[in-house]
């Protein structure tokens, strides 16, 4: 159910030996005017100042942010990490209670390594994505219309490439091939089916972490995981998944008329018919060399074999971009019905 986790430490203490980089402060050459010099952290008897601190590995990040004088109550170090990718070393498969438990044991000591210690479980929550990676029947290419029709209220809708995005400051939902986003960071995709689509819900500050879901920190999450589940589903029911039955069969009209008018543009006077048999073709995809030795069974004379298989192979092509569209075997109607029982089904 989990992927990211953004945690705001609350009760730490950094030691004089901690593993942390320090980015210094602005300093103008011509000034000599120091700008944005704070205080850190003070450890040892000795104070660390600069503008941050972090420490960046593999599976995880930590900043530690300034102290701020006008504010004392600042979350002053924050870790966010992939909980699936942390504890499994892969996040293709969201994390389940007993894999954040891994996850978050690590992490802790993660942080006792590198020389912070801290009570987790005061933690406050800042960001926490919650996913599915659904294996669909389809190419992923064949539920774009499925999820261009998905209108989400109050949230920008943005396509970059295959990835479909809605989101403002409060909350994302993002929908994406997984498998293509493994491919494009190098990771191994061995085994893993090639159909797999990444549905995200990622609530992006504490605030909202908090009015979503009813919990706010790490001891909440541990004692109240379902409640993540809980507004996962919710949300995607009311953003994504309400689209009205009428609403998809228009579409599907509209996708089927401009098929049409691509056969009407071949100059034939049969091009309902031309369409229709590139539509029945696309169905035999699989038992087109079957179909072949059929017609040369039962046809008289070579010649009339050859003119009805050079026909047959050119709505085999003409049927293949049908295919691959979808048109030919399955309604968006039924496409919608499908992602819809996988994510947010019981």
Known sequence: MLDTLKIGLTDFEIQPDACLEVQPATFNAGTCEVAQQYRLWTAGGRTVAGKRAFYNADDYNVTVHPVKEDDLTSILCHVQFSVPKLATGSNYHPAD?????????????ELKRIGIKTNLKTATLSRVDSCKTVVAREPYAAYHPVLLSSSVTGAGTRIYGTTFHWGN?????????????????????????????????????????????????????????????????????????????????????????????????????????????????AQMAGNMETLMKAVETVTDSKTTYRRIKKQ??????????????????????????????????E
Request: a positive charge.
């Open 169 to 281: 400051t409060q909350q994302e939902l993002c929908v994406y091939d997984k498998i293509a986003e493994m491919h494009w960071k190098k990771h191994k995709t061995v085994g893993l089916p090639s159909n797999s689509i990444r549905f995200e819900h990622r609530l992006l500050n504490t605030t909202k972490v908090r009015t979503a879901t009813g919990i706010s920190t790490v001891g909440d999450l541990l004692t109240g995981f379902e409640e993540i589940e809980a507004c996962y589903k919710k949300t995607m029911r009311s953003k994504i998944f309400h689209g009205a039955s009428s609403d998809l069969e228009a579409i599907t009209q509209r996708s089927l008329a401009e098929q049409l008018t691509r056969f009407k543009g071949s100059g034939s006077r049969y091009f309902v018919t031309d369409f229709l048999v590139s539509f029945a073709v």
């Open 312 to 345: 047959l192979q050119a709505a085999q092509h003409e049927g293949l971009e049908l295919r691959e569209s979808n048109y030919s075997r399955r309604t968006l109607k039924d496409l919608y019905h499908e992602l819809e029982a996988a994510v947010v089904g």
């Open 97 to 109: 209670y007993q894999t954040t438990k891994t996850a978050l044991k690590i992490i802790n000591s």
